[in-house]
């Protein structure tokens, strides 16, 4: 039940220069970015890693941003595994602007330890842009190439990497046990934080990190709960007559929006994080539900009936008052905000198809970023960069995968062959 | 338009009901304390006219099923509504959970906001045939137990509201 955080490793940082790209999010919707040729040489490696490599790691985690092209290089001879006798011209022959060349060794004071060097090397300047040393233990060997990715990342995008953070998800099997489970972003080291033998879902990562708010049907009806990360242990938030349900934490992490029923219809709530001080947002015949916050707190997002089908409103919580967001689909559902409160993240039905949508919320610019037909649950890497949702597997078993935000890659995350669902993501940590 | 049309067959079912099937006795007050003498089971039973929820047609129906992202009844439940709506005014110690669901499509949240407000329908269509509201809770599933699998029509299993009685 406990959650590990890893042990920190050291992280040197011997030279970085101002990063020259910083690609805006409007601009990615607008098409106008084209992905960064980029090649991950493998790393020179005399301790004897035997898992994945890090050149491998690197590779799929740009891969799956959509903004890069990581170039195939195998068959390479005499690669480089630091940022001295690049021969600029080979690379430049190949299209690769940026290569990223390493070594892993063994520390040299303790040798239980491993060092790992990096470069990130601008081929058109010919220049090295960033070099970083890394010690830490051998099963941070991981943790450690998601770091470099952030670092590249963070360089040429000028938005941090979301490649260190964590993920949260309910597995279920044979619809008689539910789990919910952490695991690395994409789908590594992964373990559960709550069996049961009950419907799991709405997981809800607390923006401090610290918690994570689910719903659960173990007292033969939905409440919610707020579980510990640091501690396992978990309290339960909202036990009301009816339905408890779609927990979503206020910015501060010290409040969040719920949905109650007693005996009447879905309506939405906020409540202190420690079960105090509850109170209705508004009152209406119609359903109201799936609230998410705005970044600034002001704004709470929803999906309601109001106008006949289900369609994305916001409210004012210091006003009440209501705007309608959504309007292209007959039937738009599950708003999220990114983390700069520009893009309005939901669920689309499209021609009988639910797909993962986006709305520029300056423009109202929709972009549709998966084709369906099931798509569900879609959330935001803590960047605003990436996208997790479920979607089903042949037709028939959902599963987690992210979508970058240009809608270009679709990416599986494989965490097993059960039912794979709700999934949720959590802040970027340091 | 259309609901009140509904409300009124309703209406006419209960009504219908009234004369042509006498009505149970409330049971004698002293039967209503559970627990007493060991003879409690026979006591409840008798003012839940438990024999009566069990071999009645009509009462053995359970489920009220929906068109797709809809929770009005129609009109060929009125019948099955108009007997649980005459049982439970007869039986004022009987309370009646009546539990949502829905298919598979869509979020889980919203589903779960949709099976409430099929209870709902059904809760409100039994309170304007003079059920207290003290004797029913409504609530959801949404589409946690439903069939993750179904294609077109098969679907349609999941889209309804399950009538429960407490004591079952």
Redesign the interface.
Known sequence: MVFRFYSLFVGILLLISTPIYSLEVIEILGGKASEIPIAIVPFEDSVGINSQKAHQIISQDLDRTGLFRPLNITGISNSPSSDININYTKWSAMDAQFIVVGKVESENRDKKNIEITWSLIDIFKEKTVVTMRYIGKKKQYRAIAHKVSDHVYEYLTGSKGIFHTKIAYVKKIN?KKYSLNISDFDGFNSRPILNTTQ?I??PRWSPDGKKIAYVS?EKK??VIYIQNLRTGKRTLLANF???N??PAWSPDSKKLAI?L?Y????QIYIINEDGTGIKQLMRSNS????PSWSPNGKDIYF?SNRGG??QIYKINIEDDEITRITYESK?N??PSLSYDGKLLLF?A?DQGK?KVAIQNLISNQVLKLTKGP?D??PIFAPNGHLILFTYKDYG?T?KIGTVSINGLKRVPINVGNA?I??PTWGPITN | MKKSLLLLSLVGVLMAGCSSTPMDAPGDPSSNYYGQDGSSDAATSESLGLDELRSNTLLSQRSVFFDFNKYDIKPEYSDLIGAHAQYLNNHSAARMIIKGNADYRGSHEYNLALGQKRSVAVKDALNSLGVDDSQIETISYGEEYANQECQADACGQDRRADITYEVE
């Not at chain 1, 005996?263 to 879905?266: A, E, H």
């Not at chain 1, 359903?287 to 799936?290: A, D, F, M, R, S």
Request: proline share 8%; net charge positive; hydrophobic share 25%.
């Open positions: 619809n419907p879902i709405s049907f009806k939905p007559k009816g339905n349900s779609a949905v029923t005996n009447r219809n879905s359903i109201n539900t799936e999906s089908s289900p039937y559902l599950s669920l039905q639910f099931a569900e649950s028939k959902t039912i669902q709700e």
